[in-house]
C-alpha cells in the first residue's frame, strides 16, 4: 500500500525539502547520517536558521510564537527533516517544558522563557531522574526549601543529558515531605551557573559523553522559576512525559534509517551475492519494514483523531514503545548488515573526528558505538516496561 499526503501537504514538504536542502551545511548533515554527535554550536545554528525561516518550534502556536501548523504539518515538517538528515531538535526547551509553561506559566514566564527557547539562548537539560528514583520517579528526594522570595535546593539528579552543553535545567523537586509522594513535588525551572550546582560526566558504554549526574549545594532558586502552583509538579511532569514520549517514536528518522541499511546492504557481498538479495536477509528487513509502515499509519490515525491542543494519551506509551523497539533493530541489522567491518569502535564519536582511514563502509566504526547506545531509547523517557503497564492500566487489566 502506498500511502500519499494531500496535495498541500505535498505542497507544504517539497518547500521544506528545499529549504533543508539549501541551507543545511553538508558536514552536519553527514554527522546525522553517520550517527555522530551534533556540538552545541552545530545544534544552535542551525536552531537559528530555522527561526530565521519561520521553521522552528513546530508544534507552537501563532500565539506562542510558533508556527501554528496542524498535527498533519507538523507530522510532514518531521518526516521531511528527518528524511533529509537535518539535526533532530533539542526536546527539552520546546518540545518538553514549553507545553507545561503554556499551560501553567504566568504571563511573564511566557514571556521571558518562550522567545529564548525558541532560539536555543535557553539551552536547557531535564532533571528528573535521580539515583533510586527512575521509573519510581515519585520517590524523588531533591529537596526544595521555601525562603520566602527563594527555593533552596539541595540534593542530586541523575542521567541529566546535555547539560555539560545547558544553561538551563527544569527540575522536580520535593516541596513536602509529609503529603503523598505524589502531592509533595514542585517543578522549578533555573539557571545552570548558579552557585551550589555541579555537573560531572557519566561516560557511557559506547564511549561518548550525553548524560551526567548533577548535584545542588544550597542552590538559590529566585521564585521567579517555580512553574505553576507549589506541589502540583507531578501532574505538571505527567503533561510533560506525554510530550516526551510521542517525540521518542521517531518514525521520520527510522524511515530514513530504513533505507541506509538497505543500501548498506545492497553494497556488502556474502559469497558472492549483495546481502540485499539474500532470501533470510531480506525477509527480515520486510518484516521490520512492515512494522514500521504500521508504525506509522498509527501515529497518523492518532493525528487525524487529535484536535488542537489535544494532548497525547495512551497512545504516547505505544508510539514510544514500537518507535523504540524499531530505533534498536535498525541498529542491530546495519551491524549484521557489515559483519567483521563493524568491529573497529570509534569510541570517539563524540564529536566524530578521526584521521585513520575506515576499514570498509566509512561509517562502519559508528555501526558499534550506535547500536550500543541506541539501547537507552526503550529506557529513558520511561523504560518500556513501565509503558507497558500504564497501557495494562488503561485498559483496567
Ligand atoms: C541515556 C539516558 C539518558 C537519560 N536522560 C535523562 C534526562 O535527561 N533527564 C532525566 O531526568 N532522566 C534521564 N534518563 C533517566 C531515565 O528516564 C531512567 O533511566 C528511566 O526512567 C529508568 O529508571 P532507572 O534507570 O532508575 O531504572 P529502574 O527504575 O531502576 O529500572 C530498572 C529496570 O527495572 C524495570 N522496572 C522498574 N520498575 C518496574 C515496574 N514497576 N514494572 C516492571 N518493570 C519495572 C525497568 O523497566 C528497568 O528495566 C536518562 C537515561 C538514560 C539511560
Same mark, same amino acid.
Given at each position: 500500500?502506498?500511502?500519499?499526503?494531500?496535495?498541500?501537504?505535498?505542497?507544504?514538504?517539497?518547500?521544506?525539502?528545499?529549504?533543508?536542502?539549501?541551507?543545511?551545511?553538508?558536514?552536519?548533515?553527514?554527522?546525522?547520517?553517520?550517527?555522530?554527535?551534533?556540538?552545541?554550536?552545530?545544534?544552535?545554528?542551525?536552531?537559528?536558521?530555522?527561526?530565521?525561516?519561520?521553521?522552528?518550534?513546530?508544534?507552537?502556536?501563532?500565539?506562542?510564537?510558533?508556527?501554528?501548523?496542524?498535527?498533519?504539518?507538523?507530522?510532514?515538517?518531521?518526516?521531511?527533516?528527518?528524511?533529509?538528515?537535518?539535526?533532530?531538535?533539542?526536546?527539552?526547551?520546546?518540545?518538553?517544558?514549553?507545553?507545561?509553561?503554556?499551560?501553567?506559566?504566568?504571563?511573564?514566564?511566557?514571556?521571558?522563557?518562550?522567545?529564548?527557547?525558541?532560539?536555543?539562548?535557553?539551552?536547557?537539560?531535564?532533571?528528573?531522574?535521580?539515583?533510586?528514583?527512575?521509573?519510581?520517579?515519585?520517590?524523588?528526594?531533591?529537596?526544595?526549601?521555601?525562603?520566602?522570595?527563594?527555593?533552596?535546593?539541595?540534593?542530586?539528579?541523575?542521567?541529566?543529558?546535555?547539560?555539560?552543553?545547558?544553561?538551563?535545567?527544569?527540575?522536580?523537586?520535593?516541596?513536602?515531605?509529609?503529603?503523598?509522594?505524589?502531592?509533595?513535588?514542585?517543578?522549578?525551572?533555573?539557571?545552570?551557573?548558579?552557585?551550589?550546582?555541579?555537573?560531572?560526566?557519566?561516560?557511557?558504554?559506547?564511549?561518548?559523553?550525553?548524560?551526567?549526574? %548533577?548535584?545542588?549545594?544550597?542552590?538559590? @532558586?529566585?521564585?521567579? !522559576?517555580?512553574?505553576?502552583?507549589? =506541589? &502540583? +509538579?507531578?501532574?505538571?511532569?505527567?503533561?510533560?512525559?506525554?510530550?516526551?514520549?510521542?517525540?521518542?517514536?521517531?518514525?521520520?528518522?527510522?524511515?530514513?534509517?530504513?533505507?541506509?541499511?538497505?543500501?548498506?546492504?545492497?553494497?556488502?557481498?556474502?559469497?558472492?551475492?549483495?546481502?540485499?538479495?539474500?532470501?533470510?536477509?531480506?525477509?527480515?528487513?520486510?518484516?521490520?519494514?512492515?512494522?514500521?509502515?504500521?508504525?506509522?499509519?498509527?501515529?497518523?490515525?492518532?493525528?487525524?483523531?487529535?484536535?488542537?491542543?489535544?494532548?497525547?494519551?495512551?497512545?504516547?506509551?505505544?508510539?514510544?514503545?514500537?518507535?523504540?523497539?524499531?530505533?534498536?533493530?535498525? %541498529?542491530?541489522?546495519?551491524?549484521?548488515? @557489515?559483519?567483521?567491518? !563493524?568491529?573497529?569502535?570509534?569510541? =570517539? &564519536? +563524540?564529536?566524530?573526528?578521526?584521521?585513520?582511514?575506515?576499514?570498509?563502509?566509512?561509517?562502519?566504526?559508528?555501526?558499534?558505538?550506535?547500536?550500543?547506545?541506541?539501547?537507552?531509547?526503550?529506557?529513558?523517557?520511561?523504560?518500556?516496561?513501565?509503558?507497558?503497564?500504564?497501557?495494562?492500566?488503561?485498559?483496567?487489566?
Amino acid at each position: 500500500m502506498e500511502l500519499t499526503y494531500p496535495k498541500e501537504a505535498q505542497d507544504f514538504a517539497e518547500q521544506i525539502r528545499a529549504f533543508v536542502r539549501a541551507e543545511l551545511p553538508a558536514a552536519i548533515k553527514q554527522k546525522v547520517l553517520f550517527h555522530k554527535r551534533i556540538s552545541r554550536d552545530e545544534q544552535v545554528f542551525w536552531q537559528r536558521k530555522l527561526v530565521e525561516h519561520g521553521y522552528a518550534t513546530p508544534g507552537w502556536s501563532k500565539e506562542h510564537g510558533g508556527p501554528g501548523w496542524d498535527a498533519l504539518q507538523r507530522h510532514v515538517y518531521d518526516d521531511v527533516m528527518s528524511e533529509e538528515a537535518a539535526p533532530p531538535a533539542i526536546p527539552f526547551g520546546e518540545s518538553m517544558i514549553a507545553p507545561v509553561l503554556f499551560a501553567v506559566g504566568t504571563p511573564e514566564q511566557k514571556a521571558h522563557y518562550l522567545p529564548k527557547i525558541r532560539t536555543l539562548e535557553y539551552f536547557f537539560c531535564q532533571g528528573f531522574s535521580e539515583p533510586g528514583a527512575g521509573s519510581d520517579l515519585a520517590s524523588l528526594k531533591t529537596r526544595a526549601i521555601d525562603k520566602g522570595d527563594h527555593w533552596e535546593v539541595n540534593g542530586q539528579k541523575t542521567w541529566t543529558s546535555l547539560a555539560q552543553y545547558a544553561n538551563m535545567i527544569f527540575c522536580l523537586v520535593r516541596t513536602d515531605t509529609e503529603a503523598k509522594l505524589q502531592e509533595g513535588i514542585t517543578m522549578l525551572v533555573f539557571p545552570m551557573d548558579l552557585p551550589g550546582i555541579t555537573v560531572r560526566p557519566i561516560i557511557t558504554i559506547d564511549g561518548g559523553h550525553s548524560v551526567n549526574e %548533577t548535584f545542588f549545594d544550597n542552590v538559590k @532558586v529566585p521564585k521567579f !522559576g517555580q512553574i505553576g502552583e507549589p =506541589n &502540583k +509538579g507531578w501532574t505538571y511532569a505527567k503533561l510533560l512525559l506525554g510530550h516526551e514520549r510521542t517525540s521518542i517514536a521517531r518514525i521520520g528518522q527510522s524511515k530514513r534509517e530504513l533505507r541506509h541499511l538497505k543500501a548498506l546492504a545492497s553494497e556488502q557481498e556474502s559469497d558472492g551475492t549483495p546481502l540485499m538479495e539474500q532470501q533470510a536477509f531480506r525477509e527480515k528487513v520486510a518484516a521490520l519494514e512492515i512494522e514500521l509502515a504500521a508504525l506509522e499509519i498509527t501515529a497518523l490515525r492518532i493525528i487525524s483523531t487529535a484536535g488542537k491542543g489535544h494532548s497525547p494519551g495512551v497512545e504516547a506509551n505505544l508510539l514510544k514503545i514500537k518507535g523504540s523497539e524499531i530505533q534498536q533493530r535498525l %541498529t542491530e541489522m546495519m551491524l549484521e548488515a @557489515v559483519g567483521p567491518y !563493524g568491529l573497529p569502535f570509534d569510541t =570517539n &564519536k +563524540g564529536l566524530g573526528e578521526t584521521n585513520l582511514p575506515p576499514i570498509g563502509p566509512e561509517e562502519a566504526a559508528s555501526l558499534g558505538p550506535n547500536y550500543l547506545m541506541t539501547r537507552v531509547v526503550s529506557i529513558y523517557g520511561g523504560s518500556n516496561e513501565i509503558q507497558r503497564n500504564i497501557i495494562a492500566k488503561s485498559l483496567g487489566l
